[in-house]
């Protein structure tokens, strides 16, 4: 049996205590960190390396099923006397961040489980990116998890109102916040993002200053960091994803750097929110927003609303997730029929709702 206090630093709720209880020959544990196929997990008698068994990986049809950091699991023990404990189930995750994997087509990869805000790094230098921005924010969306959009290296940029300005076009209800390694500025804000229990990961491209960042929330130097290069870009330091509980209790998740992000699934409504509400004022219900009569969005273009980049953008986003042509309540469904593809679909879908709206009350 576990003790539920053991493992509130490390975000544990009432959510995944009931789901545990289905497993009461197992302990319950989360993931800190991965190396391959081995994992780091917490327990409530302290670090295991664990492994999943033989048969979790006979059961798992795609590479999002296995472990990823910030999963809390079931394991078969919580020392490790008599070798690696074994992980037998991953509990249901309340929010995931996912790209499609590298080099495996029709696969996605977990990049960070059960968190509550995503801060979108990017730096105010030769990384400042806003269609990459744009990409990020679609999939922070989709992940459950609340997106911040965290500017770093603020002392490197010359004209840093107009790059707010920028970015806050395209983050549309999202926090934008500023940082420089120069002063404690900014930090402010940030910190009142990781409260003690609460999950944040971090995501952006090599160099951006994510350990940095983690080490001024820290109070300490918790992760290696290196200066910037002579040619403006920053030096890659984190080489795996790793949990780590910060002194009040704070927890994040470090990621290595990620310039480029497969699009799996995204959440285009809420990223693009600005286009889909003009989108419904197009004279056409199938309208491409190229050269169709009547196009709202064309029409934004022609008045300066928004930038064609902007829309180039949601158009090159909307056919990588294969939601070319549908409308927003059709990507809904699809996006659906996708995640039950295995069980039959949009109408398991709705019977598996109802059953779990069943278990809630």
Sequence with gaps: MFHKDNLKSYGISERFLQEATLYPDLVLGRICSQYKDLYKAVTPQGEVFAEVSGRFRYGASRLSDYPAVGDFVMLDR???EGGNAIIHQVLTRKSSFERK?????????VVAANIDTVFLCMALNQDYNLRRLERYLSIAWDSRALPVVVLTKADLCPNL?????EVSSVAIGVDVLVTSAMSGDGYGSIRSYVQPGKTVALIG???VGKSTLINRLAGEELLQTNDIRKDDKGRHTTTRRELLVLQDGG?????PGMRELGLEN????????????LAEQCKFRDCSHRSEPGCAIQ????????TRERLDSYLKLKKEAGYEGLTSKQIETEKINRMFSGMGGMKNARKFIQ???????
Excluded: H, N, Y
């Design 78 to 80: 919580s020392m490790d």
């Design 101 to 109: 994997a590298v080099g495996m087509e029709q696969e996605t990869q």
């Design 161 to 165: 109102e107009e790059k707010m300005a």
């Design 205 to 207: 491209s090599s160099g």
């Design 251 to 255: 927890i994040v998740i470090d990621t």
């Design 266 to 277: 995204a959440d285009l409504a809420r990223a693009f929110s600005d286009i889909d509400r």
């Design 299 to 306: 029409r934004a273009i022609q008045q300066g609303t928004i």
């Design 355 to 361: 059953e779990q709206s069943k278990k809630k009350r």
